[in-house]
């Protein structure tokens, strides 16, 4: 019985992280992966460096978007889930 309640609080410390910092990162992982495979040719989107567009392309992986002047390519991951979200709750 010692040798258990020594380790407890360690157990116990990986029990918290656990909860509180990995599974809310799968979560988000997930949800981003769903959004990802949402998209759709139309979608205004802002990706995560601050382009504001509008799908024009859609590829397995990147994505062409138009934006004021002109059209970029760019990776799917690329798209921000919150900041879209944000703006098309706006639209």
Do not use: W
């Not at 769903?34 to 392309?57: M, N, P, Q, R, Y």
């Not at 991951?77 to 703006?87: K, P, Q, V």
């Amino acid at each position: 019985m010692g040798q258990i309640s020594q380790f407890l609080p360690f157990i116990l410390m990986f029990v918290v992280i656990y909860l509180f910092m990995i599974v809310p990162q799968q979560k988000k992982a997930k949800k981003e992966k769903e959004f990802e495979s949402s998209l759709k040719v139309g979608d205004k989107i802002v990706t995560k460096s601050g382009f504001h567009g509008k799908i024009a392309e859609l590829a397995e992986t990147t994505v062409v978007i138009e934006t004021m002047s002109g059209k970029l390519k760019m990776e799917k991951s690329a798209i921000s889930l919150d900041m879209s979200a944000a703006l098309n709750k706006k639209a």
